[in-house]
């Protein structure tokens, strides 16, 4: 049987990222990485050396996509709200059951345990916050938002609020994650919209 040629990595990062997402930190191995994307095992462990090695790239990736995703929904919506809502939610988007999210958590737990993985763990948080920093920013430049928003402490709190919406979800199992986090973005950022006159 042929082996499938040239899977590219970013690739198998995607897929260990839906794996993390149904079998949770137990479940993840090499092999079932690899079938994923059609490989063997073996493959893996030459291109990443170990399922260790594999959670750093995905880590090391995944906070380069927290930069090019910001500039990427910017780039795709008329205001700088509208695309805070759609990076709220695509931030979310392997989260989209409770149990994926469970198991999504569980993964964050080990990260906040290993000094390399919290590193990596901690750039992709940064990484979100001058994210939405930056969009709060340009929405209180631009008159979406009160011109006296402080748009750090407001990226703090809605950081806050989306990790809380999507904890408060997988318990109530009420509406979607996406309905949601967009329901409870609006209702932190309602206080400081500009009143139109």
């Not at 897929?15 to 059609?38: D, F, K, N, S």
């Not at 750093?56 to 990427?72: F, K, V």
Request: charged share 20%; with cysteine; aromatic share 2%.
């Amino acid at each position: 049987m042929a082996r499938p040629r040239g899977v590219e990595d970013a690739v198998i990062l995607r897929a260990t990222a839906q794996v993390m997402g149904r079998v949770g930190p137990a479940g993840l191995t090499l092999a079932a990485v690899a079938g994923e994307v059609g490989l063997v095992a073996g493959t893996l462990v030459q291109r990443f050396g170990s399922k260790r090695g594999l959670l750093l790239a995905l880590a090391d990736r995944s906070a380069q996509e927290a930069q090019e995703t910001a500039g990427q929904v910017r780039a795709s919506h008329a205001s700088a709200l509208a695309a805070l809502a759609a990076l709220t939610v695509r931030s979310a988007a392997e989260m989209a059951t409770p149990e994926s999210f469970a198991n999504h958590l569980a993964f964050l737990c080990t990260d906040l345990t290993d000094p390399e993985l919290y590193a990596r763990a901690l750039a992709v948080h940064q990484a979100h916050t001058r994210a939405i920093e930056d969009l709060l920013a340009e929405a209180a430049t631009t008159g979406e938002l009160r011109p006296d928003t402080d748009a750090a402490a407001l990226a703090r709190t809605v950081q806050a609020i989306t990790a809380g919406t999507g904890l408060t979800w997988a318990l109530d199992r009420e509406g979607t994650l996406e309905q949601r986090l967009r329901q409870e973005l609006d209702n932190v950022l309602a206080p400081h919209l500009l009143e139109e006159s």
